[in-house]
Structure formats: C-alpha cells, structure tokens
C-alpha cells in the first residue's frame, strides 16, 4: 500500500512539472457448479514458482487472483500469486509469443502481458496492424454476437499509445515498458459491477504482430477463428478467485490519472477561463508533493471531484463555440428500448453493367408506433451507406433483430432526442456496383421504391415531386459509404437536403483528390445549383485514431475557407458544415454509431 501511495506522489510530481510548462502544451455470472471449476480452484490455490498452467483446458476458462498491481511497467511481485497463461492459437505468419496474467480487485480487472517479438513497429496508420496488445472482455457473460452495453475491445500499442474500437476508454489504463526482446504491456480496466470470488466474466486476449507497415499475425488465447472483434460468443471466460477474509484493494489513482491527461490535453485557448482548471490541477499536485506520503483513497477521490467540476465550468469563447464537439452515446442507448419500432426487407430490380437487371434488397427501419394507415403523419427518410466489404444487412440485419443501430434509434426516440424518423440502409454491391453512378440507382429505384410504400413527404416518385420533398431526405455513409455520401451531394443536391459523410472523402471527385481541389469541385456543384447555404447541410465525423481522418479533416478544412459556400459552425442556424473529431476513434461502427447518436439531433431540425 505504501509503495502505490509513493508511486502516485511520484506521478504528482511529474504532473507538476507539466503544470510549470504550460498547460496548452455484481459482474458476470457466478460459476453453476463447483465442478465445473475445481481444476482452476485447485490452481489457483497452489503455491510455489511460476509455471505455465493449463487454465484455458478448464471449460475455456483463465483464473485471475486477488491482488492490486501499480500500473507502471514494473512487475511487482503480486503478479507472482497470478499463474501464467500463454497465447495459443497462431495465425499468419507470426513468430511472436506472448505470455497473460490476470489479477483483480473490488473495482478492476488487471492483465498483465508479456510480449516476444524481435520487431517492433507502428509504421501502419491502422492501429490493429501495429505492435500492440487487444482485451476483450463481456463483463456479463452474455456471449452475445453483437457487443453488448457491458462488453469492451480495449487495444494499447507497445508505445503506450490507445485506440478503443468499442467501450468507454476512461475505463482503460495502461503502462508499457521495452525488454531485451519484445514488450511489457500492464493494463487496467474498471468494471461496471463490483466482482467476488466465483464472479466469471467473458474474455479473450489478443496480441497483433506487426513487420514494417503491416499485420503479419495474431495470437490468441482463445479464439483460434480471429472473430472475437465480431462475437462475443467466441470469448473464453475469466474465474475471479482468491480473495481471503479482510482483504482490500489496493489504491484507485487511475481514474483521476485519466482525468489529469483529460485536463492536459485541453486548448485552452478556446475556453473564456481556463484559470478554473488550471488551478485545479495545481491543488491537485500541491496535496501530492506537499502533503503526506500515504495518500488515502478519499484524498485521490476528492481530488477527482474538484478536478471534474473544475473542467465542467470551463466556457467556451464565442469562435470555439462555433465546433462541433464528440459527446459519448450514453451507454443505456444500447439496451432494448420498450418502444421498439421494426424491421421490413424491400427487394427491387435494377439495372447491371451487362444490360440485364439484378434484384436488390434495402432494409427499412420503421419506428414505434408507424402506422400505414395513417397518411396525416409524414417521417423524414435517412439513407444510410454501409463501408466496403459490407452489405445492406449489416447495421439492421433485418426483420426480428435488434442491433445496436436500431436500439439507438429507438431510444433517441423513444427519449425524444430526435423526431421519429425512417431509416434505409441500401448497398452499392449488385447493380452498376459504381458507387460514382450510384446516384442513378437511388433516384430511379430505391427513394420511388420507399418513398411510395411509406408515409413520407414525397407525393409520388416523380422527379418534381421528389425535388419539391428534400427537405426531408438525408443520405449519409461510413468510409466507402462516405465516398458515395459526397457523389450523392455532386449529383442529387436537387433532391436530397442532408448530407453525412462518415470516415471517408470525396475519393474521385475534383481531379486528383487533392483536398482542396475536392473543396474547389464541390463548391462548384453548389454554386450553379443556386441553392443558398441554408439550403444544404453536410456533418461529417471521424475518429482521430481513424486511417481515413486526416484525408477527410483536410477535405473539410479546405472546404470551410469556402465561407461563401460552406459556412462553418455546429449551429445550423449559423452555417451548414461541421465536423466532429472522436478522440482516439478508429474505423469501426462503434464509433460511427456514436457519430450518428451525435448527428442525428441536427438533421431535419425544424423541417417537419
């Protein structure tokens, strides 16, 4: 205990010297039977040197130990309590090894992972194709397909560096250190719900090899198919054990570290005070260097609590008002909602290169309480694109399911954030399969088929109808589907009012992709559509961890010196163009759907 408490005044003084710089600068389940776990029992209960022990022959199960680590690098001798397991299933061409173990206290999981690998990088903007260590884990235990409220894919770098594909990265702390031959990756994440002995949740522990820009394999401990980011089915499980009479966690530093690099990180140039958390900051670091060595778990929480408020009473400057900035989907959005609307599957017929036709399908979200019946109440439409190698199932899956795009919708609904609306998930594969042509395939087939079967502002599927209605019609795509998003804008601006591209430019458009000839091209298309900005709105959204963010930031950074045109503000009273930067986002729909949650208040605003 002493030694965390020297650790963290340590950390303190660290956070000072930053300070002087300048600032800008119950889970699971609880095992069904003794015998289904008295190997792991009898393992965990032994005693002696470490030795590599067979937990994953145990129903798939690896033990974790009660015991607090310091999360620095260092293996401190608590881990020696925790038996070693070692990654098993190998694909590609990897001769990495890697070596897990787990501890857990009242608040936490830790692993701690230990890597051969006799080269290193990060060359690759794909964070999954770097050096680095991925856990997985459904504290729950639902084994559920799709990643539920309580399930996670952490993954951190032999840098340090994170990236969260899905679950709240505030939950995440990690600490990397080089060996002679490979690295040392010690992780923490605080669970939802406070574990105890017999506790099982769903894991799986993944490390990715990396050789100059690119993935060369992976190792896992349970998984040998490499799904585990798709399924939480395929996880193995993880038995909480050890915990005696009068045993305490150690101290939580953690959470309030997260908070200092949350604080760290902040321009402050955009904020009217930025003295209330830099004074903060400061009393923080005062009470570790100045005050006594053994910092009390009450101490780190109240400095917590002043932190966090000090950070909540920043006020933005009127120019920095003007962004549009990430605000987590509330993690409750992703339970099934009691007003849950439905799925319908349309086909259609449609023409192909060959000149014959191709039948198609479109899934069509409908929300609670649609009514066919009824033609006094009229639903905007959002038409939103699958990424490459997907398909219209994708997001809604179809009729009876209930994935995560649609437990959003319903309760952004349900919650009144949003108007009840229709949403049609389409494809560009069959078809032209072009999507720099897809726009033909939209105007001509998909808007009549849907905006005739449904109760919709279009009254009928001619093209002065369809026009007379865009104020109602939105189109809107993730990475390829983005790409599609902004040919959609070149060639339906006359039919479709709301535009969100997501993760992807305008490949394709302007030439030679330049940003700025991109910017140049699409203001062009405006300019002689004579539509004034109110007219049009694009909000677009990627993650700062994302491969596809710094192609399209430029491409709407270029496009926002284009005022005449593109005004830029995350009011739409004030302008027609925002972006939003999800920090440490990377290229997955957990993180689109967290962008959709976001935009979806804006569009159609005062429309109906």
Same mark, same amino acid.
């Given at each position: 205990?002493?030694?965390?408490?020297?650790?963290?005044?340590?950390?303190?003084?660290?956070?000072?010297?930053?300070?002087?710089?300048? @600032?800008?600068?119950?889970?699971?389940?609880?095992?069904?039977?003794?015998?289904?776990?008295?190997?792991?029992?009898?393992?965990?209960?032994?005693?002696?040197?470490?030795?590599?022990?067979?937990?994953?022959?145990?129903?798939?199960? +690896?033990?974790?130990?009660?015991?607090? =680590?310091?999360?620095?690098?260092?293996?401190?001798?608590?881990?020696?309590?925790?038996?070693?397991?070692?990654?098993?299933?190998?694909?590609?061409?990897?001769?990495?090894?890697?070596?897990?173990?787990? @501890?857990?206290?009242?608040?936490?999981?830790?692993?701690?992972?230990?890597?051969?690998?006799?080269?290193?990088? /990060?060359?690759? %903007?794909?964070?999954?194709?770097?050096?680095?260590?991925?856990?997985?884990?459904?504290?729950?235990?639902?084994?559920?397909?799709?990643?539920?409220?309580?399930?996670?894919?952490?993954?951190?770098?032999?840098?340090?560096?994170?990236?969260?594909?899905?679950?709240?990265?505030?939950?995440?702390?990690?600490?990397?250190?080089?060996?002679?031959?490979?690295?040392?990756?010690?992780?923490?994440? #605080?669970?939802?719900?406070?574990?105890?002995?017999?506790?099982?949740?769903?894991?799986?522990?993944?490390?990715?090899?990396?050789?100059? $820009?690119?993935?060369?394999?992976?190792?896992?401990?349970?998984? =040998?198919?490499?799904?585990?980011?798709?399924?939480?089915?395929?996880?193995?499980?993880?038995?909480?054990?050890? &915990?005696?009479?009068?045993?305490?966690?150690?101290?939580? %530093?953690?959470?309030?570290?997260? +908070?200092?690099?949350?604080?760290?990180?902040?321009?402050? #140039?955009?904020?009217?005070?930025?003295?209330?958390?830099?004074?903060?900051?400061?009393?923080?670091?005062?009470?570790?260097? +100045?005050?006594? $060595?053994?910092?009390?778990?009450?101490?780190?929480?109240? !400095?917590?609590?002043?932190?966090?408020?000090?950070?909540?009473?920043?006020?933005?400057?009127?120019?920095?008002?003007?962004?549009?900035?990430?605000?987590?989907?509330?993690?409750?959005?992703?339970? @099934?909602?009691?007003?849950?609307?439905?799925?319908?599957?349309?086909?259609?017929?449609?023409?192909?290169?060959?000149?014959?036709?191709?039948?198609?399908?479109?899934?069509?979200?409908?929300?609670?309480?649609?009514?066919?019946?009824?033609?006094?109440?009229?639903?905007?439409?959002?038409?939103?694109?699958?990424?490459?190698?997907?398909?219209?199932?994708? @997001?809604?899956?179809? =009729?009876?399911?209930?994935?995560?795009?649609?437990?959003?919708?319903?309760?952004?609904?349900?919650?009144?954030?949003?108007? %009840?609306?229709?949403?049609? /998930?389409?494809?560009?594969?069959?078809?032209?399969?072009?999507?720099?042509?897809?726009?033909?395939?939209?105007?001509?087939?998909?808007?009549?088929?849907?905006? /005739?079967?449904?109760?919709?502002?279009?009254?009928?599927?001619?093209?002065?109808?369809? &026009?007379?209605?865009?104020?109602?019609?939105?189109?809107?795509?993730?990475?390829?589907?983005?790409?599609?998003?902004?040919?959609?804008?070149?060639?339906?601006?006359?039919?479709?009012?709301?535009?969100?591209?997501?993760?992807?430019?305008?490949?394709?458009?302007?030439?030679?992709?330049?940003?700025?000839?991109?910017?140049?091209?699409?203001?062009?298309?405006?300019?002689? #559509?004579?539509?004034? =900005?109110?007219?049009?709105?694009?909000?677009?959204?990627?993650?700062?961890?994302?491969?596809?963010?710094?192609?399209?930031?430029?491409?709407?950074?270029?496009?926002?010196?284009?005022?005449?045109?593109? %005004?830029? #503000?995350?009011?739409?009273?004030?302008?027609? +163009?925002?972006?939003?930067?999800?920090?440490?986002?990377?290229?997955?729909?957990?993180?689109?759907? !967290?962008?959709?949650?976001?935009?979806?208040?804006?569009?159609?605003?005062?429309?109906?």
């Amino acid at each position: 205990m002493r030694r965390s408490a020297k650790r963290f005044t340590a950390a303190w003084a660290a956070a000072a010297l930053l300070c002087a710089a300048g @600032l800008n600068a119950q889970s699971g389940v609880h095992a069904a039977s003794p015998e289904v776990y008295g190997e792991a029992l009898a393992h965990a209960a032994e005693s002696g040197t470490r030795t590599i022990v067979s937990a994953v022959n145990v129903r798939d199960s +690896l033990v974790a130990q009660y015991g607090s =680590p310091v999360i620095d690098g260092e293996i401190d001798p608590v881990w020696d309590k925790a038996r070693i397991v070692e990654a098993r299933h190998a694909s590609g061409d990897t001769r990495a090894s890697a070596a897990f173990r787990a @501890l857990w206290d009242d608040h936490a999981l830790y692993i701690l992972a230990e890597v051969t690998d006799g080269s290193l990088s /990060t060359e690759s %903007p794909l964070p999954y194709e770097q050096d680095s260590v991925e856990i997985f884990l459904d504290e729950n235990r639902d084994k559920t397909k799709e990643f539920g409220v309580d399930d996670l894919q952490f993954r951190v770098n032999f840098a340090n560096v994170q990236t969260i594909d899905k679950g709240d990265g505030s939950r995440f702390y990690t600490a990397t250190r080089l060996t002679d031959d490979g690295y040392i990756v010690e992780a923490r994440i #605080s669970l939802k719900n406070k574990p105890d002995n017999g506790t099982v949740s769903g894991i799986e522990l993944q490390v990715n090899d990396a050789e100059g $820009a690119g993935r060369i394999g992976t190792l896992n401990v349970f998984d =040998p198919t490499g799904g585990a980011w798709d399924d939480t089915g395929l996880f193995g499980e993880i038995f909480f054990t050890g &915990k005696k009479r009068g045993d305490k966690s150690g101290l939580n %530093p953690y959470d309030l570290l997260n +908070l200092m690099k949350r604080a760290l990180s902040i321009d402050y #140039s955009l904020y009217k005070n930025p003295g209330v958390v830099k004074d903060a900051i400061l009393q923080v670091a005062a009470a570790n260097l +100045l005050g006594s $060595a053994d910092v009390t778990q009450e101490q780190i929480d109240e !400095q917590y609590a002043m932190l966090a408020e000090a950070i909540d009473a920043l006020e933005m400057t009127e120019e920095a008002a003007n962004e549009k900035y990430f605000t987590p989907l509330p993690v409750e959005y992703l339970a @099934l909602s009691d007003k849950p609307g439905s799925i319908e599957r349309l086909s259609y017929r449609t023409a192909n290169p060959d000149g014959g036709m191709d039948t198609k399908y479109v899934n069509v979200y409908l929300p609670h309480g649609y009514d066919a019946s009824d033609k006094n109440t009229r639903y905007n439409v959002l038409y939103l694109m699958h990424g490459m190698g997907e398909n219209e199932n994708l @997001l809604f899956g179809g =009729p009876g399911e209930n994935r995560s795009l649609k437990k959003i919708l319903d309760n952004m609904i349900a919650n009144g954030d949003i108007e %009840p609306l229709i949403v049609v /998930t389409p494809t560009f594969y069959g078809g032209k399969g072009d999507i720099a042509v897809f726009h033909e395939e939209l105007l001509q087939d998909i808007i009549p088929l849907v905006e /005739t079967k449904y109760n919709t502002y279009a009254k009928s599927a001619s093209l002065q109808d369809l &026009k007379a209605s865009r104020a109602h019609r939105a189109f809107g795509g993730f990475s390829m589907g983005s790409a599609t998003t902004w040919h959609i804008f070149a060639h339906c601006l006359d039919y479709i009012k709301y535009y969100m591209p997501l993760s992807g430019a305008g490949f394709g458009l302007g030439g030679s992709g330049d940003a700025a000839q991109t910017a140049e091209f699409l203001a062009d298309v405006v300019r002689k #559509s004579g539509y004034e =900005p109110h007219e049009y709105y694009i909000f677009s959204a990627a993650g700062t961890q994302d491969f596809a963010y710094p192609g399209l930031h430029d491409q709407i950074e270029a496009m926002r010196q284009l005022s005449d045109v593109f %005004p830029y #503000s995350s009011d739409p009273a004030k302008g027609n +163009l925002y972006f939003i930067a999800g920090e440490g986002g990377t290229h997955t729909w957990y993180w689109q759907n !967290q962008f959709i949650y976001n935009i979806l208040p804006d569009l159609f605003k005062g429309e109906s």
